[in-house]
């Protein structure tokens, strides 16, 4: 991230709308953290509502929108895994950081 204001977020909209990170190895991931963009207008904001995170195959979280919050937590998924999604709510799949935590043989990864 270059800037405070740099986010990505997907062309598509809705469920279809995905973004993804493949990991070089399976991980044991113990939690993700998602931060939503920095806006002041909700209705930008409110496009990370519904927004489901995955481990490989399985869901492990979905964000639920409260104004004024930019940052989502996934704990306790304790589980191994390769590929984490953040996979489409209501509209584009929009996020500023995804922070991935695990460990792999023996060391703390973010």
């Known amino acids: ?9 997907t062309k598509t909209k809705g469920p279809t709308a995905w973004w993804k990170v493949v990991l070089p190895l399976r991980h044991f991931i113990d939690n993700i953290t998602i931060y939503n963009r920095a ?3 909700d209705d930008i904001l409110g496009r990370i509502d519904g927004v489901t995170v995955w481990v490989d195959n399985t869901q492990v979280g979905t964000v639920v929108f409260e104004s004024g919050k930019t940052v989502y937590a996934f704990p306790d998924i304790s589980m191994y895994g390769h590929v984490v999604y953040a996979r489409g709510g209501l509209d584009v799949v929009c996020l500023a950081e995804v922070e991935i935590y695990g460990l792999s043989n023996r060391q703390t990864y973010r």
């Open 1 to 9: 991230v270059v800037s405070t204001q740099s986010t990505g977020h």
């Open 39 to 41: 806006e002041k207008s």
